[in-house]
Nanobody
């Protein structure tokens, strides 16, 4: 079992930055692929960024060059540094852990970017 808790969301003006953090519990963190997803009102949840247990990263085209995902296996945390934020980045952001065929989700944190 993995429990995930996000923090760091909030309100920011376009062009600004926010850093999201996800704290995980459980013994499988270091073996899990960790990811950040987001869901805007009326839209499907989409992958923003992911980082494998070995540190390989993957980003949605819409955030490449602006967002950076990182993980600390010792602290069992995963972060998402978001720079040059745009109004279209407004969404609820969810932390995700994938271990084998199992997916675990945090409760989500709201990010609002005003123009």
């Amino acid at each position: 079992q993995v429990q995930l808790s996000e923090s760091g969301g909030g309100w920011v003006q376009a062009g600004g930055s926010l850093r999201l953090s996800c704290a995980a519990s459980g013994s499988i963190f270091s073996s899990s692929t960790m990811g950040w997803y987001r869901q805007a009102p009326g839209k499907q949840r989409e992958l923003v960024a992911a980082i494998s247990s070995g540190g390989t990263t993957n980003y949605a085209d819409s955030v490449k060059g602006r967002f950076t995902i990182s993980r600390d296996n010792t602290k069992k945390t995963v972060g998402l540094q978001m720079n040059s934020l745009k109004p279209e980045d407004t969404a609820v952001y969810y932390c995700n852990a994938k271990f084998g065929i199992a997916y675990y989700w945090g409760q989500g944190t709201q990010v609002t970017v005003s123009s």
